[in-house]
Each structure stands twice: as C-alpha cells, then as structure tokens.
C-alpha cells in the first residue's frame, strides 16, 4: 500500500517568490493536515482538510494557504516567501477526522 | 494552551542498555497521545496511540504507557537502529490537530 507522497522533496526559493508543495494522501485517506518543521520551534500545525473543507488552522500568517480536491490531494502555498519560512514541510493523512496520522517523506524549502 | 514537554532531550545508550523517555502533557480533553520516530531528513513514522491513564502498548523493544500527566517511552535492550528522534503528541479538542513536544534524540552505541 503506497504511503503519503510529497511533491516537490527539495526546493530553492528567494525571498518574495511563492511556492506551492503537493501531497497525495494514502489511498482511502480523506484527511489531510500539514505541519512546519524546523529546528527551533520543533513539528507545528498548519491546517486540517477533511473532505474539501478546512476544519482547523494553526497560527500562521496569511501567506500559508492551502486546499483540498475532490481525490483528497492537498495543496499548501505560501507566497512572499521570507527566510524563515525554510523549512521541512510535512504532509499527513489520516482514515477520519480523529484518527491516526501518517506522515510523508516531507517538501525540504529552502529560502535565499 | 495544550503544552507537551519531552525529557531529556537526548539520551546516549550502549547497546542493550535499556532507559524510558518522558512525556509530560498538559491538555484539556485528551483525545489520544501519539508516538512517532523521526529519522534525518525523513518524516515521522507512526509508533502507538494511547488513548487512557493505565493503557499500554508494545512492539518489538519498545512500550509506552500513559498516565493522567504523562506518557512514557520504555525501550528495552536497545540497539543501534533504535538510533532516531522520538516525538511524542497529543491530539484535544475537534479534529486531527496534533501538539507535537520537542522530541528526544536517541543515540545507540555498539
């Protein structure tokens, strides 16, 4: 059975570009949340799509955006890209809203 | 706010040495209590959920358990491809959102 699959793995930025990561849920998966990784502030909450609809958000700036198609695959985007957003990007999928979650390899974004 | 602290944050072992890693959580309405290993450079892989004071759950070397106020981590007879960063979550209130605790580093020696 195929797990999470993030793409793109690695990408390079500058400030002010926008960027936009895929994510493909494992098959049957219909939740999809996202998180920021990064060495100082650790795993952190983006947001949570269940069947097209954003039912939570993190604390993050508007600039973090993201949605969910009608196959479950989520898109996240961030735009006026500022070097603290270099970050591990992490896709997760879970059966139902209060389930186990399942992470994918991450989208490594790297800021110049 | 719901905090989760990881203790140490990072534990040196000789193979075979066995040793527990805490979680201490504070929540209101715990839902469930997540364990996951990280590997460099990959994404956490799913360990156990616990999901009452006095659950356990085993596989292979490893045990967790889950009290009111904390959850710990027993890993027993480690070996060196134990070596990884331990995460430990919980999961309150509507939803899938995880509290992610700052993670323990494992490092195992021959």
């Known amino acids: 059975k195929a797990g999470v699959t993030q793409t793109p793995r690695y990408l390079i930025k500058t400030r002010g570009q926008q960027v936009t990561l895929s994510c493909s849920p494992i098959?049957?998966?219909?939740?999809v949340s996202w998180y920021q990784q990064t060495p100082g502030q650790g795993l952190q909450f983006l947001f949570e799509?269940?069947?097209?609809?954003?039912?939570n958000k993190g604390n993050f700036p508007g600039r973090f955006s993201g949605r969910q198609f009608s196959n479950s695959r989520s898109e996240m985007n961030v735009s006026t890209l500022e070097l603290g957003d270099s970050a591990l990007y992490l896709c997760?999928?879970?059966?139902?809203?209060?389930?186990?979650?399942?992470f994918g390899e991450g989208s490594r974004l790297t800021v110049l | 706010e719901d905090q989760v602290t990881q203790s140490p944050e990072a534990l040196r072992l000789q193979e075979g040495e066995s040793s527990s890693l805490n979680c201490s959580y504070t929540v209101s309405g715990l839902r469930g209590l997540f364990w996951y290993r990280q590997d460099p450079g990959k994404g956490p892989e799913f360990l156990f959920t616990?999901?009452?004071a006095g659950e356990e759950k085993e596989k292979e070397r490893l045990k967790a358990t889950l009290t009111k106020k904390e959850s710990f981590l027993h890993i027993t007879a480690p070996k060196p491809e134990d070596s990884a960063t331990y995460l430990c979550a919980v999961q309150a209130g509507a939803g899938n959102m995880l509290t992610f605790g700052g993670g323990t580093r494992l490092m195992v020696k021959p």
């Open positions: 616990l999901y009452s």
């Open positions: 997760a999928s879970s059966v139902r809203v209060d389930g186990e979650l399942f």
């Open positions: 799509y269940f069947s097209e609809t954003q039912r």
């Open positions: 098959s049957g998966h219909r939740s």
